[in-house]
């Protein structure tokens, strides 16, 4: 789960939100079929000695997508999608290479609440177009609400807008 820091501990709202992240991207999946599906999954990096977790792990139809959940606290910002494109996607390629060696499609995804800066919407869009050995797809409030109404999820909906301020579908946020 997503490290909080001692100055949110205490914020029901926060702790709320970033539990209904996991439900919902957990529900979503098991809703439209998945195969396996795994909260806080920690990982060895093979040859590297490191320690990685992933938020959610999925497997459907023949590919394996790894989910990365953010808050609301703010929109993410270019800082982190540096580290995640640089170093996290690396690791996490390297150890779905050696871990499922017989499936060759890897999706990896970060939904947001909290939406993305311009700046880090920009780079992630252009490292979705760049990369061809795996997908890179990205989530921010509005596509999340989108989602869940288009899958007739309105449960998820009801329960972020009762316990958010302000509602998520008053937001403007990418």
């Known amino acids: 789960m ?19 992240i996991y439900i919902y991207v957990g529900y979503y999946y098991q809703q439209i079929g998945c195969k396996y599906l795994t909260i806080g999954k920690k990982i060895q990096i093979p040859d590297m000695g490191a320690e990685n977790e992933l938020d959610i792990l999925i497997e459907r139809e ?23 494109l640089n170093k996290n996607i690396p690791q996490i390629r390297r150890w779905l290479i050696v871990t499922y060696p017989q499936i060759k499609t890897f999706e990896i995804q970060l939904w947001s609440l909290g939406g993305f800066t311009g700046k880090a919407l920009e780079m992630l869009k252009n490292e979705a177009q760049k990369v061809r050995k795996y997908e890179i797809n990205f989530y921010g409030t509005k596509q999340i609400i989108e989602m869940a109404r288009k899958n007739n999820i309105q449960i998820i909906i009801e329960m972020l807008n009762q316990h958010l ?7 403007e946020i990418n």
Do not use: Y
């Open 62 to 84: 023949g590919r394996v997508i790894v989910v990365e959940c953010k808050n609301i606290k703010r929109a993410i910002d270019d800082k982190f999608v540096t580290t995640w």
């Open 165 to 171: 301020k302000p509602p998520l579908d008053s937001l």
């Open 2 to 20: 997503e490290t909080i820091g001692i100055e949110q501990r205490n914020n029901r709202p926060l702790l709320f939100a970033v539990f209904i």
